[in-house]
């Protein structure tokens, strides 16, 4: 967890807090985009395997699971706000044809993910959830490092060549 459970049971709890409603709309809309992302990167990681990029396969399974609990906890902090989490509406997704289609399809996702972010620190801080602010670093933090790994990606392809850097996210069976 990201913050503090409360330390009120489940069971007893009434409605709590009544959240900022902007700070929720910014809870929901970072939802969107981690969903999006699961499914996204969930296809892609099986689209590696078929392909026999195991490597790949692996990373963007893991990726797809890091986006499944960014948005498990946005989702338990719009229920702690008092919101209805919106899990119905989904980005389109956006999948790659080729290795490097994929990486860029990701990188463009997680591009908007970073300014959705950046967006809701800022409002946060104006609306003094700190807890929310707090949630939003995190997943700016992870959303930043997989930014920089999917721009390696695409340097290295534009270095070594598509044929080099796919032999090189082979692995042997």
């Known amino acids: 967890m990201l913050y503090a459970?409360?330390?009120?049971?489940?069971?007893?709890?009434?409605?709590?807090?009544?959240?900022?409603?902007?700070?929720?709309?910014?809870?929901?809309?970072?939802?969107?985009?981690?969903?999006?992302?699961?499914?996204?990167?969930?296809?892609?990681?099986?689209?590696?395997r078929h392909w026999g990029l195991n490597k790949l396969e692996k990373h963007e399974y893991n990726e797809s699971?890091?986006?499944?609990?960014?948005?498990?906890?946005?989702?338990?902090?719009?229920?702690?706000?008092?919101g209805l989490p919106n899990l119905q509406d989904l980005h389109s997704l956006s999948i790659g044809e080729s290795t490097q289609e994929v990486l860029e399809c990701d990188l463009k996702l997680e591009l908007t993910s970073q300014v959705t972010c950046k967006k809701a620190i800022m409002h946060c801080e104006g609306a003094q959830?700190?807890?929310?602010?707090?949630?939003f670093y995190h997943i700016l933090d992870d959303t930043e490092k997989h930014i920089n790994w999917l721009e390696m990606q695409l340097?290295?392809?534009?270095?070594?060549?598509?044929?080099?850097?796919?032999?090189?996210?082979?692995?042997?069976?």
């Open 65 to 82: 699971i890091s986006e499944m609990k960014h948005a498990d906890c946005l989702i338990e902090r719009v229920l702690a706000l008092d």
């Open 155 to 173: 340097k290295l392809i534009r270095k070594v060549g598509i044929q080099n850097y796919q032999q090189s996210v082979m692995t042997i069976v």
């Open 5 to 48: 459970p409360l330390s009120v049971p489940v069971y007893h709890r009434e409605s709590i807090m009544k959240g900022d409603k902007r700070v929720i709309e910014y809870l929901n809309s970072q939802l969107q985009n981690e969903l999006t992302a699961i499914n996204q990167y969930f296809l892609h990681a099986r689209m590696y």
């Open 129 to 135: 959830d700190y807890v929310s602010r707090v949630i």
